[in-house]
């Protein structure tokens, strides 16, 4: 099962409050969404959550139509939207994780977080870290990342 990106996106604006934090830009969207659909991978066994890609592009990886929905907010904050889109029990407990472990940072430092990871590495490949690049980082190896990262830390 897959959801829209536009939910999932939706899902953490609401979590954010200008009254506990400072909001959520488009390149902290970007993150957070690319670590939701990574850790459900994780743990529904490699099926992802949504249907599109991400790219491994300079600032880190990009869903590209979540990109083109949010980038007339530049670097300022994205408000809360009005209605709330609908995710299920599954996707909502999956998404609250991600929200406890990576929610309180800016978009600047998941940025430099994805930097080091080797599903955004590996896509990039031997280009320069400034050179843009529409690269697809393999939801296949975003899935092994993450277990061995889950499991090396078992051990």
Not at 7 to 26: E, M, Q
Not at 46 to 59: K, M, R, S, T, Y
Not at 119 to 136: E, K, N, S, T
Request: negative net charge; charged residues 20%; contains cysteine.
């Amino acid at each position: 099962m897959t959801i829209p990106v536009e939910n999932v996106a939706n899902y953490f604006l609401h979590r954010s409050t200008p009254y506990t934090d400072t909001g959520i830009t488009p390149l902290k969207l970007q993150k957070l969404v690319y670590y939701g659909h990574s850790w459900y991978m994780l743990l529904n066994n490699g099926e992802p959550l949504i249907d599109e890609e991400f790219q491994a592009w300079v600032h880190g990886p990009v869903c590209p139509s979540l990109y083109r929905m949010y980038k007339h907010f530049g670097y300022g904050t994205i408000p809360i939207p009005d209605s709330v889109l609908p995710v299920d029990q599954n996707v909502q407990e999956v998404l609250d994780i991600v929200w406890n472990m990576y929610g309180s940072f800016d978009g600047r430092y998941l940025e430099e977080l994805t930097h080091q990871e080797v599903p955004w590495i590996m896509a990039r490949g031997d280009a320069d870290h400034q050179q843009p690049l529409d690269a697809v980082i393999n939801n296949e190896l975003i899935y092994q990342y993450y277990q061995e990262r889950l499991l090396g830390a078992e051990t």
